[in-house]
């Protein structure tokens, strides 16, 4: 525990401590479990790697990935779930299954695929973040990435053209938003007072939805009707990241 | 305000998608299709069509199993199973539950919203994990994929074309592994997280007959399938099904569904019978 924790991830914008939800969500995580991460934001010196962002490194590790990030705090006695029962933890893992499957693909598609919202707010954001001639490759990469994923897991025939995968996405992702305001109903948080990590995971993929400001909006729209769902987040928001908002 | 605007936007969309064949009853005629039972058919779309089967005897409506060598090809979506009702064919268990639900019949009408999305949760789960993890057994280890799926793959077709579309699909599953990072997975870290998967689906069924106390819905449906397959299907060793025995509540549930759904409707002892 002595050992400084280090978490290079991409900054932030629009109030949020960052855009990106996966660094998000493991930003969230720590705060909540009170765990003393040192935040590198990538900007557009050379230093530091972009690859598999986010990325925690201590004395003697390197972790990538936010689940193996959680997994990895949690062993270090970081842990948001503690006061958690069984059946709640396994409640965790389903409703993460339920993100990642159905707002996920929605989510990429908003920022990474959709070319009013990527040309004119995307791609200039992570642009201005890396280093020349990076920047003329990386985010066009990271949206070939993002279209790959839409389409491999969800454009089997007959929905080959992605207009028509556009379509059941987004209703998926609606869905799910209704899901997860249901289960919120008016709690503070998932399961009862306390933060944890499904709270992290909602608020990693919720926030940036709902702060950055896109040309095409439609489940930005749908979000902001949910209106236990937007209080989530700005009560996140207002409690733990508040000191970080002058410099966003 | 806006909760009804979302409801009635939502129904909107549900009236749109199933609009057809709603009026007609359920016929004795239906079928489903799947590949050849003994030679062909994989561990991933046997769990998948012995979860529509288990969702059909829930509902109580009859259906008689086809086997098909091209029953992939036929299929609308590419996927097996699929079911042929009527002038209707409808695959893969979400669109089929929603179909028939249209023509009148469900399991989860009784369960209130947070239900609900603890249920399409659960669902979620099982194919994130469970059936993700059976692909990944199934195409990317290569001890199954040299001993037993190249061969099952291929058995319907003649040579070299057994070959080429066992390997097409392959890549093809390989390529989505790693579109959605599994690719760098190695075979335990897949195993454990198997392994996470019952323990939390263990958790949650705890000692209840099914995961909404005392009636099934399509997630017990889903469970079974994948489960009772990987209970029972030989591979080139025991440690996928070694994860789920740790559980004895979840063998518990095996038992019971096959014991009323199948074994009891007089389907013989073996469980499923196909023609």
């Known amino acids: 525990m002595a050992a400084p924790l280090e978490l290079s991830c991409w900054g932030g914008g629009w109030g949020l401590p960052s855009v990106h939800s996966e660094s998000l969500v493991v930003m969230a995580y720590a705060k909540f479990s009170g765990a003393p991460l040192k935040v590198n934001v990538i900007d557009n010196t050379w230093r530091g790697s972009r690859g598999d962002v986010p990325i925690l490194t201590t004395e003697d590790n390197i972790v990538s990935q936010p689940a193996k990030i959680l997994n990895f705090l949690r062993k270090q006695k970081y842990n948001a779930d503690y006061e958690l029962s069984a059946k709640q933890g396994a409640d965790t893992l389903a409703y993460i299954a339920l993100i990642e499957e159905k707002l996920l693909p929605a989510v990429l598609h908003t920022f990474w695929v959709e070319s009013d919202n990527y040309f004119t707010v995307t791609k200039p954001w992570f642009a201005s973040r890396i280093p020349f001639p990076l920047s003329l490759i990386l985010p066009g990469r990271m949206s070939k990435g993002a279209l790959n994923r839409i389409l491999l897991t969800r454009g089997e025939p007959p929905l080959y053209h992605l207009r028509e995968v556009e379509a059941q996405i987004y209703r998926d992702a609606k869905e799910c938003l209704n899901l997860l305001s249901n289960r919120l109903g008016t709690s503070q948080f998932f399961f009862g007072d306390t933060p944890s990590t499904l709270d992290a995971y909602v608020f990693g993929f919720l926030a940036p939805l709902y702060k950055v400001r896109f040309p095409k909006v439609q489940l930005q729209e749908h979000l902001k009707q949910l209106s236990n769902l937007c209080r989530f987040c700005d009560d996140i928001l207002n409690s733990y990241f508040r000191l970080s908002l002058g410099d966003g | ?275």
């Not at chain 2, 036929?74 to 097996?80: D, E, H, L, Q, Y």
């Not at chain 2, 409808?90 to 947070?114: N, R």
């Not at chain 2, 949760?121 to 040299?146: P, R, S």
Request: negative net charge; contains cysteine.
């Open chain 2, 1 to 275: 305000m806006s909760k009804e605007t979302v409801t009635r936007i939502n129904s909107n969309y549900q009236q749109y998608r199933v609009s057809d064949g709603a009026a007609e009853p359920w016929p004795e005629n239906a079928t489903l299709y799947q590949q050849l039972k003994g030679e062909q058919i994989l561990l991933s779309d046997n769990a998948a069509s012995l979860a529509v089967q288990a969702f059909l005897q829930m509902c109580n409506l009859p259906i008689k199993v086809v086997c098909r060598a091209n029953a992939e090809y036929m299929s609308p979506s590419g996927k097996v199973p699929f079911i042929h009702v009527g002038n209707q064919v409808v695959s893969e268990l979400g669109p089929i539950v929603q179909f028939v639900k249209a023509k009148g019949h469900s399991l989860s009408d009784g369960l209130d919203e947070v239900q609900k999305a603890e249920m399409k949760a659960y669902m979620e789960l099982v194919n994130n994990m469970l059936l993700t993890a059976e692909l990944y057994l199934q195409w990317c280890d290569e001890a199954t994929v040299g001993e037993i799926t190249h061969a099952r793959y291929g058995s319907p077709y003649p040579w070299p074309l057994n070959h080429i579309l066992a390997y097409q699909k392959q890549w093809e599953v390989k390529r989505k592994m790693k579109a959605i990072g599994w690719g760098n997975k190695t075979l335990d870290q897949v195993l454990e997280d198997v392994d996470q998967c019952c323990q939390a689906l263990s958790q949650r069924l705890g000692t209840q007959p099914y995961f909404f106390n005392k009636q099934p819905t399509e997630l017990d449906a889903l469970v079974f399938g994948h489960l009772y397959t990987i209970l029972t299907t030989q591979l080139t060793n025991d440690e996928l099904s070694e994860k789920v025995k740790n559980y004895s509540n979840l063998l518990a549930f095996c038992r019971r569904i096959e014991q009323h759904y199948f074994e009891d409707r007089g389907k013989g002892s073996s469980s499923i019978r196909s023609s």
